[in-house]
C-alpha cells in the first residue's frame, strides 16, 4: 500500500502526541504545526490519520490531546467517532485516556497509518 506525505507528518504527530499521553500533557494546535512544520488549518488531514491508527488498534484518540489557546480541542474532535468526546464530557474522557493502557503500543509503520486511514474512508463510503 502507498502512504501519503500526510502520513510521514501523521507518524511524527503519533510520536510527539505518545509523548504527551505518558508526561500527562497536551499540546496546542499551533505548537504542533510548528514542530511538524505544517499551517495549523491543515492538521486535520494528519490528525484524521492519528485518530484512524489509534481507533484500528483499539485505544482512544491521540488527537485529544490537541487543544486551542483556550484549552479545548476544535470542534471537529466531536465528529465521526462511535464513542464521541463531547464539549462536556471532554475533560473527563481525557482523564479516562490518560489512564488507558497502553503498555507495548508502538510506533506504526507508514504502510499502518495509511492502511488504518484507508479503511475508515473506505467504511465512511458505504
Known sequence: MSHS???????ATI????????TWSVIT????AERLGHV???LSA???RVGAWCRSIGKQS?????IDEEGRPRQGMFVGDSNTVT???YDQRRV??????WDGARLPTLEEIAAAYAAEQSQSKT
Not at 510520536?15 to 505518558?22: F, T, V
Not at 491521540?62 to 490537541?66: D, E, F, G, R
Open 5 to 11: 506525505p500526510l502520513d510521514v507528518k501523521a507518524l
Open 46 to 48: 494528519i490528525l484524521d
Open 15 to 22: 510520536a510527539i502526541l505518545m509523548n504527551r499521553r505518558e
Open 62 to 66: 491521540l488527537p485529544m490531546l490537541v
Open 96 to 101: 479516562r485516556f490518560w489512564r488507558e493502557n
Open 87 to 89: 464539549p462536556e464530557n
Open 40 to 42: 495549523p488549518q491543515g
Open 29 to 32: 494546535y499551533g505548537d504542533l
